[in-house]
């Protein structure tokens, strides 16, 4: 039985906004698939953005999660890079 898919939106922001141009993305993925993906997905799409891959956090509905948390059809995630100045 094949795996049913879900959609999910993904929100951009600084260096991943600047790579794609556009301040979200809507995703189609595997059922079961973990928000770490998500990133890793986008670095495979933009290797530029592979300095990010072990300091960007996960947001999934408004709440920070880790990298492991699975993700449901309708979810939007967040990738958070580190901001700079301050």
């Known amino acids: 039985m094949p795996q049913?898919?879900?959609a999910i939106t993904v929100k951009l922001f600084a260096a991943y906004q600047e790579a794609y141009g556009v301040p979200e993305?809507?995703?189609e993925l595997p059922e079961n698939t973990p928000v770490e993906a998500v990133r890793d997905r986008i670095i495979a799409e933009h290797p530029e953005l592979a300095q990010w891959r072990d300091v960007t956090r996960f947001g999934v509905n408004f709440n920070f999660v880790s990298p492991h948390t699975i993700l449901q059809d309708?979810?939007?995630v967040v990738l958070i890079p580190p901001?700079?100045?301050?």
């Open 4 to 6: 049913s898919a879900i």
């Open 83 to 86: 901001v700079s100045g301050g």
């Open 25 to 27: 993305l809507l995703l």
């Open 74 to 76: 309708g979810d939007e």
